[in-house]
Protein backbone atom coordinates (compact mmCIF):
# COMPACT_ATOMS: atom_id res chain seq x y z
CA UNK A 1 0.00 0.00 0.00
CA UNK A 2 1.29 3.24 -0.66
CA UNK A 3 1.54 6.15 1.52
CA UNK A 4 -1.30 7.88 -0.41
CA UNK A 5 -3.26 4.83 0.31
CA UNK A 6 -2.10 4.58 4.20
CA UNK A 7 -2.92 7.90 5.14
CA UNK A 8 -6.77 7.78 3.36
CA UNK A 9 -7.22 4.96 5.39
CA UNK A 10 -6.22 6.30 8.11
CA UNK A 11 -8.33 9.86 7.93
CA UNK A 12 -11.32 7.32 6.80
CA UNK A 13 -10.89 5.36 10.45
CA UNK A 14 -10.57 9.03 12.40
CA UNK A 15 -14.21 9.91 10.15
CA UNK A 16 -15.66 6.06 11.14
CA UNK A 17 -14.42 7.22 15.08
CA UNK A 18 -16.03 10.48 14.80
CA UNK A 19 -19.39 9.41 14.00
CA UNK A 20 -19.30 6.81 16.89
CA UNK A 21 -18.26 9.54 19.30
CA UNK A 22 -21.23 11.52 17.88
CA UNK A 23 -23.31 8.57 18.35
CA UNK A 24 -22.40 8.11 21.71
CA UNK A 25 -22.53 11.88 22.21
CA UNK A 26 -26.65 12.22 21.63
CA UNK A 27 -27.46 9.15 23.40
CA UNK A 28 -25.91 9.63 26.38
CA UNK A 29 -27.83 11.22 29.72
CA UNK A 30 -24.89 12.42 31.38
CA UNK A 31 -24.16 16.20 30.99
CA UNK A 32 -20.14 15.17 31.83
CA UNK A 33 -20.17 12.52 29.68
CA UNK A 34 -21.25 14.56 26.50
CA UNK A 35 -18.88 17.19 27.47
CA UNK A 36 -15.96 14.52 27.21
CA UNK A 37 -17.64 13.35 23.78
CA UNK A 38 -18.04 16.78 22.09
CA UNK A 39 -14.91 18.04 22.87
CA UNK A 40 -13.16 14.36 21.56
CA UNK A 41 -15.48 15.08 18.32
CA UNK A 42 -14.07 18.81 18.22
CA UNK A 43 -10.48 17.08 18.13
CA UNK A 44 -11.04 14.39 15.87
CA UNK A 45 -12.12 16.77 13.35
CA UNK A 46 -9.10 18.63 13.79
CA UNK A 47 -7.33 15.59 13.29
CA UNK A 48 -9.26 14.36 9.88
CA UNK A 49 -8.48 18.27 8.78
CA UNK A 50 -4.83 17.90 9.01
CA UNK A 51 -4.86 14.68 6.94
CA UNK A 52 -7.05 15.82 3.87
CA UNK A 53 -4.90 18.65 3.89
CA UNK A 54 -1.80 16.13 3.69
CA UNK A 55 -3.69 14.11 1.31
CA UNK A 56 -3.61 17.29 -0.36
CA UNK A 57 -0.08 17.96 -0.29
CA UNK A 58 0.54 14.10 -1.32
CA UNK A 59 -0.87 13.99 -4.42
CA UNK A 60 0.67 17.20 -5.24
CA UNK A 61 4.37 15.06 -4.19
CA UNK A 62 3.29 12.25 -6.07
CA UNK A 63 0.50 12.84 -8.59
CA UNK A 64 0.16 9.38 -9.92
CA UNK A 65 -1.72 8.42 -6.95
CA UNK A 66 -4.19 11.15 -7.65
CA UNK A 67 -7.85 9.74 -7.36
CA UNK A 68 -6.84 6.39 -5.81
CA UNK B 1 -70.66 -17.67 68.25
CA UNK B 2 -68.41 -20.46 69.04
CA UNK B 3 -64.88 -20.04 70.69
CA UNK B 4 -62.92 -21.18 67.92
CA UNK B 5 -65.06 -18.45 65.17
CA UNK B 6 -64.22 -15.87 68.24
CA UNK B 7 -60.68 -16.96 67.77
CA UNK B 8 -60.17 -16.79 63.60
CA UNK B 9 -62.32 -13.57 64.00
CA UNK B 10 -59.79 -12.48 66.32
CA UNK B 11 -56.42 -13.61 64.85
CA UNK B 12 -57.81 -11.85 61.85
CA UNK B 13 -57.99 -8.98 63.12
CA UNK B 14 -54.83 -8.51 65.00
CA UNK B 15 -52.97 -9.56 62.27
CA UNK B 16 -54.60 -7.07 60.29
CA UNK B 17 -53.37 -4.50 62.86
CA UNK B 18 -49.85 -5.66 63.22
CA UNK B 19 -49.08 -5.26 59.37
CA UNK B 20 -50.73 -1.80 59.30
CA UNK B 21 -48.44 -0.80 62.67
CA UNK B 22 -46.23 -2.15 61.29
CA UNK B 23 -46.41 -0.42 57.92
CA UNK B 24 -47.41 3.35 59.33
CA UNK B 25 -44.41 2.64 62.28
CA UNK B 26 -41.14 1.94 60.81
CA UNK B 27 -39.73 1.98 57.79
CA UNK B 28 -36.73 -0.59 56.89
CA UNK B 29 -35.44 -3.93 58.90
CA UNK B 30 -35.93 -3.95 62.42
CA UNK B 31 -32.33 -4.52 62.76
CA UNK B 32 -31.67 -1.42 63.19
CA UNK B 33 -33.82 -0.58 65.78
CA UNK B 34 -32.58 0.22 69.46
CA UNK B 35 -33.47 -1.93 72.63
CA UNK B 36 -36.56 0.06 73.51
CA UNK B 37 -38.16 0.16 70.25
CA UNK B 38 -37.99 -3.68 70.29
CA UNK B 39 -39.22 -4.35 73.43
CA UNK B 40 -42.03 -1.84 72.59
CA UNK B 41 -42.68 -4.26 69.40
CA UNK B 42 -42.47 -7.22 71.28
CA UNK B 43 -45.11 -6.00 73.98
CA UNK B 44 -47.61 -5.20 70.79
CA UNK B 45 -47.55 -8.97 69.75
CA UNK B 46 -47.73 -10.04 72.76
CA UNK B 47 -51.04 -8.05 73.97
CA UNK B 48 -52.90 -9.10 70.67
CA UNK B 49 -51.68 -12.31 70.88
CA UNK B 50 -53.30 -12.59 74.26
CA UNK B 51 -56.34 -10.48 73.42
CA UNK B 52 -56.28 -13.65 70.24
CA UNK B 53 -56.33 -16.77 72.41
CA UNK B 54 -58.08 -15.32 75.64
CA UNK B 55 -61.73 -15.32 74.82
CA UNK B 56 -62.81 -14.91 78.12
CA UNK B 57 -61.33 -11.28 77.98
CA UNK B 58 -63.41 -8.67 76.34
CA UNK B 59 -61.28 -8.11 72.98
CA UNK B 60 -61.59 -4.34 73.97
CA UNK B 61 -58.86 -5.03 76.83
CA UNK B 62 -56.61 -6.09 74.34
CA UNK B 63 -57.20 -3.44 71.82
CA UNK B 64 -56.88 -0.69 74.69
CA UNK B 65 -53.14 -2.36 75.31
CA UNK B 66 -52.50 -2.32 71.66
CA UNK B 67 -53.21 1.56 71.40
CA UNK B 68 -51.59 1.90 74.46
CA UNK B 69 -48.43 -0.11 72.41
CA UNK B 70 -48.84 1.74 69.47
CA UNK B 71 -48.97 5.24 70.95
CA UNK B 72 -46.11 4.94 73.28
CA UNK B 73 -43.94 3.80 70.06
CA UNK B 74 -45.09 6.05 68.17
CA UNK B 75 -44.18 9.06 70.62
CA UNK B 76 -41.10 7.56 71.04
CA UNK B 77 -40.13 7.63 67.47
CA UNK B 78 -41.04 11.43 67.42
CA UNK B 79 -39.17 12.07 70.67
CA UNK B 80 -36.36 10.81 69.00
CA UNK B 81 -37.02 13.20 65.84
CA UNK B 82 -36.59 15.89 67.90
CA UNK B 83 -34.56 15.76 70.85
CA UNK B 84 -31.07 14.69 70.87
CA UNK B 85 -30.80 14.46 74.62
CA UNK B 86 -33.80 11.71 74.33
CA UNK B 87 -31.77 10.28 71.64
CA UNK B 88 -28.55 9.97 73.89
CA UNK B 89 -30.89 8.57 77.04
CA UNK B 90 -32.35 5.80 75.03
CA UNK B 91 -29.48 4.74 73.07
CA UNK B 92 -26.54 5.98 74.63
CA UNK B 93 -23.58 7.60 72.14
CA UNK B 94 -21.32 5.37 70.13
CA UNK B 95 -18.35 4.78 71.60
CA UNK B 96 -14.57 4.37 70.93
CA UNK B 97 -13.10 1.11 71.76
CA UNK B 98 -10.18 1.41 69.75
CA UNK B 99 -8.36 4.47 69.40
CA UNK B 100 -4.54 5.06 67.94
CA UNK B 101 -4.38 1.09 67.04
CA UNK B 102 -4.44 0.58 71.04
CA UNK B 103 -7.86 -1.39 72.55
CA UNK B 104 -9.48 1.33 75.36
CA UNK B 105 -10.06 -2.20 78.01
CA UNK B 106 -11.81 0.40 80.53
CA UNK B 107 -14.63 1.44 77.71
CA UNK B 108 -14.66 -2.63 77.08
CA UNK B 109 -15.51 -3.04 80.46
CA UNK B 110 -17.71 -0.33 80.90
CA UNK B 111 -19.62 -1.50 77.97
CA UNK B 112 -19.68 -4.89 78.72
CA UNK B 113 -18.22 -6.07 75.69
CA UNK B 114 -15.56 -9.02 75.60
CA UNK B 115 -12.35 -9.24 74.05
CA UNK B 116 -14.24 -11.98 72.00
CA UNK B 117 -17.10 -10.31 71.25
CA UNK B 118 -14.57 -7.29 70.11
CA UNK B 119 -12.95 -9.58 67.68
CA UNK B 120 -15.96 -11.08 66.18
CA UNK B 121 -17.51 -7.49 65.58
CA UNK B 122 -14.25 -6.56 63.75
CA UNK B 123 -13.93 -10.18 62.27
CA UNK B 124 -17.86 -9.41 60.84
CA UNK B 125 -16.17 -5.97 58.95
CA UNK B 126 -13.32 -8.10 56.90
CA UNK B 127 -10.70 -7.21 59.58
CA UNK B 128 -9.07 -9.74 61.46
CA UNK B 129 -6.05 -8.38 63.12
CA UNK B 130 -6.43 -5.90 65.08
CA UNK B 131 -3.17 -4.50 64.40
CA UNK B 132 -4.47 -3.21 61.24
CA UNK B 133 -7.04 -0.97 63.21
CA UNK B 134 -6.66 2.55 63.85
CA UNK B 135 -9.71 3.44 65.18
CA UNK B 136 -12.94 1.49 66.47
CA UNK B 137 -16.22 2.49 67.73
CA UNK B 138 -18.99 0.30 69.50
CA UNK B 139 -22.22 1.60 67.78
CA UNK B 140 -26.12 1.57 70.26
CA UNK B 141 -26.66 -1.02 67.66
CA UNK B 142 -23.56 -3.08 68.89
CA UNK B 143 -22.25 -2.82 65.87
CA UNK B 144 -18.57 -2.04 66.29
CA UNK B 145 -17.18 0.44 63.33
CA UNK B 146 -13.19 0.35 61.88
CA UNK B 147 -11.54 2.96 60.68
CA UNK B 148 -8.18 0.57 59.04
CA UNK B 149 -5.04 2.07 59.26
CA UNK B 150 -4.38 4.40 56.26
CA UNK B 151 -1.55 2.01 54.80
CA UNK B 152 -4.15 -1.12 55.64
CA UNK B 153 -6.96 0.60 53.93
CA UNK B 154 -7.97 -0.74 50.36
CA UNK B 155 -6.52 1.00 47.59
CA UNK B 156 -9.04 3.62 45.32
CA UNK B 157 -8.54 4.52 42.14
CA UNK B 158 -8.12 8.08 43.18
CA UNK B 159 -5.23 6.71 45.30
CA UNK B 160 -3.27 6.14 41.50
CA UNK B 161 -4.69 9.02 39.83
CA UNK B 162 -6.41 7.04 37.56
CA UNK B 163 -10.22 8.55 36.82
CA UNK B 164 -13.30 7.00 36.85
CA UNK B 165 -16.51 8.33 34.91
CA UNK B 166 -18.81 9.52 37.67
CA UNK B 167 -21.09 6.10 38.34
CA UNK B 168 -25.10 7.02 37.11
CA UNK B 169 -28.33 4.88 37.32
CA UNK B 170 -29.34 2.42 35.15
CA UNK B 171 -32.20 2.18 34.10
CA UNK B 172 -34.04 -1.36 34.19
CA UNK B 173 -36.54 -1.54 30.70
CA UNK B 174 -37.05 -5.44 31.19
CA UNK B 175 -38.19 -6.82 34.47
CA UNK B 176 -39.36 -10.36 33.89
CA UNK B 177 -39.68 -10.39 29.90
CA UNK B 178 -42.24 -7.31 30.26
CA UNK B 179 -41.09 -3.84 28.91
CA UNK B 180 -41.11 -1.31 31.39
CA UNK B 181 -42.12 1.83 29.54
CA UNK B 182 -41.68 4.19 32.63
CA UNK B 183 -38.18 3.36 32.71
CA UNK B 184 -37.83 3.80 28.92
CA UNK B 185 -39.88 7.14 29.01
CA UNK B 186 -37.29 8.39 31.46
CA UNK B 187 -34.53 7.53 29.08
CA UNK B 188 -36.10 8.69 26.45
CA UNK B 189 -36.40 6.04 24.06
CA UNK B 190 -38.66 4.52 22.44
CA UNK B 191 -40.26 0.50 22.24
CA UNK B 192 -38.96 0.52 18.84
CA UNK B 193 -35.66 1.39 19.86
CA UNK B 194 -35.31 -1.09 22.52
CA UNK B 195 -36.54 -4.10 19.85
CA UNK B 196 -34.06 -2.75 17.64
CA UNK B 197 -31.41 -3.81 20.66
CA UNK B 198 -32.70 -6.50 20.85
CA UNK B 199 -32.51 -7.25 17.72
CA UNK B 200 -28.67 -6.41 17.62
CA UNK B 201 -28.20 -8.82 20.24
CA UNK B 202 -30.52 -11.53 18.75
CA UNK B 203 -32.99 -12.13 21.69
CA UNK B 204 -36.47 -10.97 22.02
CA UNK B 205 -38.35 -9.60 24.93
CA UNK B 206 -40.19 -12.62 26.39
CA UNK B 207 -36.29 -14.17 26.26
CA UNK B 208 -35.36 -11.55 28.82
CA UNK B 209 -35.30 -11.69 32.31
CA UNK B 210 -33.55 -8.43 33.14
CA UNK B 211 -32.28 -5.58 30.92
CA UNK B 212 -30.60 -2.37 31.68
CA UNK B 213 -29.15 0.75 30.36
CA UNK B 214 -26.51 2.27 31.12
CA UNK B 215 -26.22 6.44 30.92
CA UNK B 216 -25.15 6.06 27.25
CA UNK B 217 -27.83 4.07 25.93
CA UNK B 218 -25.89 0.75 25.93
CA UNK B 219 -27.84 -2.40 26.95
CA UNK B 220 -27.15 -5.28 28.85
CA UNK B 221 -29.00 -8.28 29.67
CA UNK B 222 -29.84 -11.45 31.38
CA UNK B 223 -31.64 -13.88 29.64
CA UNK B 224 -33.84 -17.14 30.90
CA UNK B 225 -32.30 -19.47 29.04
CA UNK B 226 -28.61 -19.44 30.15
CA UNK B 227 -27.50 -22.06 27.25
CA UNK B 228 -28.01 -18.87 24.43
CA UNK B 229 -25.19 -17.66 23.53
CA UNK B 230 -26.08 -13.94 23.44
CA UNK B 231 -23.76 -10.76 21.94
CA UNK B 232 -22.81 -8.74 24.69
CA UNK B 233 -22.19 -5.01 23.14
CA UNK B 234 -18.48 -3.47 22.40
CA UNK B 235 -18.96 -0.95 20.57
CA UNK B 236 -16.96 1.36 23.24
CA UNK B 237 -14.14 -1.41 23.56
CA UNK B 238 -13.78 -1.09 19.48
CA UNK B 239 -13.87 2.69 19.61
CA UNK B 240 -11.06 2.85 22.18
CA UNK B 241 -9.05 0.00 20.18
CA UNK B 242 -9.47 2.35 16.78
CA UNK B 243 -8.57 5.00 18.62
CA UNK B 244 -5.30 2.93 20.06
CA UNK B 245 -4.58 2.08 16.63
CA UNK B 246 -5.10 5.12 14.56
CA UNK B 247 -2.70 7.15 17.27
CA UNK B 248 -0.10 3.69 16.70
CA UNK B 249 -0.37 4.80 12.83
CA UNK B 250 0.20 8.06 12.91
CA UNK B 251 3.34 7.58 14.86
CA UNK B 252 4.93 5.18 11.92
CA UNK B 253 3.74 7.61 9.65
CA UNK B 254 5.80 10.18 11.52
CA UNK B 255 8.47 8.03 11.57
CA UNK B 256 8.52 7.10 7.95
CA UNK B 257 8.15 10.41 6.28
CA UNK B 258 11.03 13.09 5.14
CA UNK B 259 9.50 15.49 5.15
CA UNK B 260 10.21 17.81 8.39
CA UNK B 261 7.01 19.83 8.13
CA UNK B 262 4.55 16.50 7.47
CA UNK B 263 6.81 15.07 10.40
CA UNK B 264 5.85 17.61 13.09
CA UNK B 265 2.52 17.40 12.24
CA UNK B 266 2.02 13.74 12.38
CA UNK B 267 3.79 14.23 15.77
CA UNK B 268 1.65 16.74 16.86
CA UNK B 269 -1.81 14.56 15.99
CA UNK B 270 -0.44 11.76 17.49
CA UNK B 271 -0.48 13.47 20.66
CA UNK B 272 -3.82 14.85 19.38
CA UNK B 273 -4.87 11.36 19.53
CA UNK B 274 -2.90 10.49 22.67
CA UNK B 275 -4.82 13.15 24.51
CA UNK B 276 -8.74 11.99 23.03
CA UNK B 277 -7.78 8.88 24.44
CA UNK B 278 -6.71 9.54 27.76
CA UNK B 279 -9.65 12.32 28.06
CA UNK B 280 -12.50 9.37 26.82
CA UNK B 281 -10.78 6.06 28.72
CA UNK B 282 -12.70 6.61 31.77
CA UNK B 283 -16.19 6.94 29.96
CA UNK B 284 -15.40 4.50 27.30
CA UNK B 285 -13.59 1.76 28.90
CA UNK B 286 -17.05 1.72 32.11
Known amino acids: ?16 IE ?6 REKTQDDECYEAYREAVLETRTISKNLTDRLVELEKEEPQYKGN | ?81 KSKVFRFMLHGTPVPVVKNGKILEDELKKERLTSDDLLYGMRRRGVFNVQDVEFAMLEPTGEIDVLLKSDQEPLKPGDLNIQKAPVKETETVIVDGKVQDEALARLGFSRDWLHEQLD ?39 LLASIKSCQAQLEIFSLETENKDAKLMYD ?13 EPYLKS
Open chain 2, 1 to 81: MAGWQEVILRSFLAIVLLIASARLLFRGSLYRLGVVELVLVIFLGASLAFGVVQTSVPIAHGLIAYFVGVLAIAGILWLKQ
Open chain 2, 200 to 238: SQGAIVENAFLAQVDRDGTMTMDLYDDQIKKKQPKEKQQ
Open chain 1, 1 to 16: MTVYQQVKQNLAKWKG
Open chain 2, 268 to 280: RLAKKADQIRERL
Open chain 1, 19 to 24: AALNDL
